[in-house]
């Protein structure tokens, strides 16, 4: 996810590893009044065996680590050992902060948002 900063700045994080079906909670101590959300799957392709994968995310770039956890500052722009990678806004409140549920779709190819 990637969430804004003071002075206009954006910090991304991320890496959940989830099975079909399963549920978790990014990071329930993070109080935040709009963010964005990349979410990936990986399927394989026929007999050849070949990864490929499926991504949601459309909307703003930010900075991303292909492998692992990464935790970047100043992320709307490619830093350190990053890439940019496509993120979908998820919604904004006036209230103190947002609760959002994101459910991905199976194959990948789109989400669905619930905001409380």
Known sequence: MAYPQNGGSWISRGRISLKT????????ALRVKTFYYRGESAAYRGASGKRVKNNCGSGRSFAIREAGNFNYWDAQQKVLDSSLA????????????????VTFNADGNGSSVTIK
Request: hydrophobic share 30%; charged share 20%; with cysteine.
């Open 21 to 28: 079906s399963e549920c978790s909670l990014f990071d329930p």
């Open 86 to 101: 496509d993120f979908t806004h998820a919604g904004e409140t006036n209230g103190d902060a947002i609760s959002v549920t």
